[in-house]
């Protein structure tokens, strides 16, 4: 009987197993045959037939062939023959399989440009007084158009939100509100905490103000990382106010200013993708006179950029006085919203 040629042995062993063969050439002249299953710059693992799996140095590896007959040359200095370690030539033991490496995906470029722009139609409820008397409380439609602009750099950002809101009834217009207001936002090395800085200018006739100027600091606490479903935002702190309050009649003016403390709350519960709970709250003076705004709602999205928002909200103001009656404004608004 013939003699089978060992090398047309190892091509035919090669074919059987219907896998292509890497070849690692090592400095001292011996040649692997087999699967490359990682490579990285501390280390090689190859997959041999006769050895196993096992780790290769790349000083050790003079040159690296793949299946397809491509040559990685490795010129790395040769320092005498490598020590041996126990198995054939200078082949490291033989080591546990490792899993193939999973190509890593590029990182998401963070957006440093959003915004959102909204209209929203409201049934108000409030106290409020005309120039012959006292009406202590009142229900009508109102319109609002609200929307922000933000920018976001890696430890700052910057937003900028407008509110403009008016009633079709001629005698409301004298109540129609108008806000702007720019918010800075620094987070520290520990993520958790975070500094603020508010610059707030507005008219609100329902509280009967004129040229309402606020500058405000806050530290604050984000309690939930920012990939969790809950997002909770509590900050305090201080600022100057500055006003002009209309009289009964909305004729004579008072100017008032006075340092205040703010503090601020905000909360949304991403359900599902495509419904999240909201609800907020501001709180300006302090225990005796204040101003605050309270607000609870859901904002469902409709189509890709479109939401629909309903939302219920809670203003009171205990410096305003109708009759024996406190000021305050509740509404249930509904409104769409485009957030791009």
Do not use: C
């Not at 007959?69 to 033989?94: C, R, S």
């Not at 200018?201 to 509280?207: I, T």
């Not at 189509?303 to 928002?309: A, E, G, I, S």
């Amino acid at each position: 009987m013939k003699k089978i040629n060992p090398a047309i042995l190892a091509m035919l062993f090669a074919a059987g197993t219907g896998l292509a063969q890497d070849t690692v050439v090592l400095n001292n002249g011996d040649i692997l045959s087999g699967t490359i299953l990682e490579q990285t710059a501390d280390q090689v693992s190859f997959n041999s037939p006769v050895f196993g799996s096992i780790n290769l140095k790349p000083d050790d590896i003079k040159e690296i062939r793949n299946s397809q007959n491509q040559k990685d040359q490795k010129n790395t200095p040769k320092e005498g023959p490598a020590k041996k370690d126990g198995a054939i030539g200078n082949i490291p033991k033989a080591k546990p399989s490792q899993p193939t490496a999973v190509a890593k995906k590029d990182p998401v470029k963070m957006k440093q440009w959003s915004g959102q722009a909204g209209l929203a139609i409201a049934i108000r409820e409030k106290t409020s007084s005309n120039q012959i008397g006292v009406i202590r409380e009142e229900k009508y439609e109102t319109y609002r158009l609200y929307g922000n602009v933000q920018w976001k750099g890696k430890q700052n950002k910057l937003n900028w939100d407008w509110v403009y809101r008016y009633s079709s009834d001629e005698y409301k217009v004298r109540d129609d509100f108008f806000s702007i207001a720019q918010v800075y936002k620094h987070s520290f090395s520990n993520k958790n905490l975070y500094s603020s800085a508010k610059t707030l200018y507005q008219r609100d006739y329902n509280r009967r103000i004129e040229n309402e100027f606020l500058q405000t600091g806050e530290l604050g606490i984000t309690w939930f990382g920012k990939d969790s479903d809950i997002q909770l935002q509590t900050s305090a702190g201080a600022g100057y106010h500055t006003y002009q309050r209309l009289d009964t009649a909305r004729i004579n003016k008072n100017t008032i200013s006075q340092p205040e403390f703010i503090f601020d709350q905000n909360f949304r519960w991403n359900l599902i993708n495509t419904l999240a709970l909201t609800q907020g709250y501001t709180h300006l003076g302090n225990l005796t006179n204040y101003h605050f705004i309270f607000s609870a709602g859901f904002e469902n999205k409709l189509v890709k950029d479109l939401f629909v928002r309903m939302e219920y909200r809670l203003d009171r103001d205990t410096e305003v006085y109708y009759d024996d009656k406190g000021y305050y404004d509740k509404a249930i608004l509904t409104s769409f919203l485009y957030k791009f």
